[in-house]
């Protein structure tokens, strides 16, 4: 494909794709101050709804259901007003939220809406043209940037959002088409339109290393929300160390690889939860787990992504390690709270 060509296809895509890209604006009631001089305001007992940030997001449904990142609604006792391309506004409706992908679902009450189809990020290439589209720095609305794919699977810790605090987002797309503040809940599309990743962070302090959560997690999410009406997530109910040859140098672990089960030693703290899927199965504390359905847990294998990649419901065989002895147990997820 010449420049030419290239260039004429991304506008294509963009005319196409922008009438489904919204702007997500977070308001809530925040109590009047009365200013007594330049140093001194009075809290009054009123309140006043408030503009307190803003964020992107895509339809992806005729309906109204609307792709974002979870950490652009994360307050729970703000109000989110969708705006769309055409400055028509609706109250949004949160459908659910995975804090693990930092992926949400929104709804608004409307019918024949513009919308995204959904791609597949598998299969992505480096150096592949991307384009990413939101309301950047949550004023310039439908501000386009182009790039290419610079990474797959990327790891990395998010800022503390909320009080979970940090967030591990794994298996990134890195792009170097701009996102700023804003622009978080956007589309990634490729040169035909469709979505192939969620734009949710930049690193400060770098330029053009930008990041977004691959489509396919928001996939099951929509599978999950469309069949339970949540994102039901699996729970196995362990706290553990991930054993490594420096782990078990110090410790004197019989295996270097494995999850180790483990008490974090704080009051009433347990390796193995209370009535949990763990305790059920019967995993104890200073039990390794060294395979999971299978498969065997290390540097390419960590349980907290094979739990996560598991289904509610059906026993799953476990491979632990407990003393000198290999055992063979098998365990059923339930959801998470």
């Known amino acids: 494909m010449n420049h030419q060509n290239e260039d004429q296809k991304v506008i294509v895509t963009v005319r196409k794709s922008l009438p489904a890209v ?5 308001s809530k ?18 309140t006043k709804k408030t503009l307190v940030g803003g964020g992107s997001g895509f339809i992806i449904s005729p309906d109204g259901m609307i792709l974002t990142n979870r950490h652009v609604i994360i307050d729970k006792n703000a109000e989110y007003i969708i705006t ?3 400055n028509t506004r609706h109250s949004a409706r949160v459908l659910a939220k995975d804090p693990i992908n930092d992926i949400a679902i929104l709804k608004i009450e409307a019918q024949n809406l513009p ?6 990020s598998f299969g992505l290439e480096l150096g592949q043209t991307v384009i990413a589209i939101g309301n950047a720095l949550a004023q310039f609305q439908n501000s386009i940037s182009k790039g290419i794919v610079s990474g797959l699977s990327r790891f990395l810790v998010a800022g503390a959002v909320d009080e979970e605090g940090p967030h591990h987002l794994r298996g990134l797309i890195q792009t ?13 599309l490729n040169l035909e339109g469709e979505a192939i990743g969620i734009n949710t962070a ?4 770098a330029q053009n290393i930008n990041f977004a959560i691959p489509i396919s997690a928001a996939k099951k999410d929509l599978e999950e929300v ?31 690889s494995g999850a180790w089960i483990l008490p974090e030693h704080l009051p009433e703290d347990y390796g193995v939860t209370k009535k949990s899927p763990a305790e059920k199965a019967g995993l104890k504390e200073n039990d390794i787990i060294i395979e999971y359905n299978g498969k065997k847990i290390g540097a390419d294998g960590k349980l907290d992504e094979m739990i996560q990649n598991s289904s509610i419901g059906p026993a799953i065989p476990l491979t632990i390690l407990r003393g000198k002895k290999e055992l063979r147990l098998k365990v059923t997820l339930t959801e998470r709270d």
Do not use: C, W
């Open 22 to 26: 919204v702007s997500i604006m977070i």
């Open 29 to 46: 009631n925040v109590p009047r101050v009365e200013k007594k001089n330049f140093f001194t305001a009075i809290p009054k007992k009123e």
């Open 84 to 86: 769309t391309s055409q």
């Open 115 to 120: 919308t995204i189809p959904i791609g597949n």
């Open 176 to 188: 170097d088409a701009a996102i700023n503040f804003g622009n978080s809940g956007g589309p990634l």
């Open 202 to 205: 930049v690193v400060f302090g």
């Open 226 to 256: 469309k069949k339970h009406g949540k994102i039901a997530r699996p729970y196995l109910g362990i706290r553990y160390v991930m054993l490594n040859p420096e782990i078990q140098a110090e410790t004197g672990a019989p295996v270097n």
